[in-house]
């Protein structure tokens, strides 16, 4: 804005020094007292509620703000601390699987072979006594010979 005035004598102080507004020529005249008043107006202190009602808003945004950011924290450091337990987890599980993996080859083998041995005992019990047989679901075993059959072989 550029300053403007009427005269020389607007630009003295109550001192007689110069003194310089940057007020333009239309707020200069729209606060010049009015001829014959020489009272001064006190500035309008409607905005010191309005201040105070701002700042007061504004220091609540802000400690809801810092809530909120240490919430968010509190949850990614949580969110990270699960995820670390999911993959160990998953680690373990996958171990686990392996291992469970490897058993059941293991007792697939374990059974064929536990199968390969009980044909040959049984073959070579059978060679060596004759076999038994039973006549009828009630009877008791008997040995080819006709001897009945005794665990105390």
């Known amino acids: 804005m550029l ?6 004598r607007d630009m003295l ?3 007689g020094d110069t003194t310089m507004s ?3 020529q239309a707020s200069a005249t729209s606060q010049r007292p009015e001829r014959g008043h020489t009272e001064r107006r006190r500035p309008s202190s409607a905005w010191r509620p309005v201040a105070l009602i701002l700042l007061t808003l504004s220091l609540g945004l802000l400690i809801g703000l810092a809530a909120l950011g240490l919430v968010f924290f509190q ?3 949580l969110s990270n601390t699960q995820q670390d337990s999911i993959l160990q987890k998953e680690e373990r599980l996958g171990n686990l699987s392996r291992q469970l ?3 059941r080859t ?3 083998k374990l059974a064929e072979t536990l199968h390969h041995v009980a044909e040959k005992l049984c073959r070579e019990l059978y060679n060596k006594t004759g076999g038994l047989s039973r006549n009828g679901s009630g009877k008791a075993w008997l040995w080819m010979d006709g001897t009945p059959y005794s665990s105390k072989l």
Do not use: F, M
Not at 3 to 8: C, I, L, N, V
């Open 3 to 8: 300053a403007k005035y009427s005269s020389t």
């Open 13 to 15: 102080d109550a001192d």
């Open 22 to 24: 940057l007020r333009s």
């Open 75 to 77: 949850l990614y450091q």
């Open 101 to 103: 993996q490897s058993l």
């Open 106 to 108: 293991q007792n697939r």
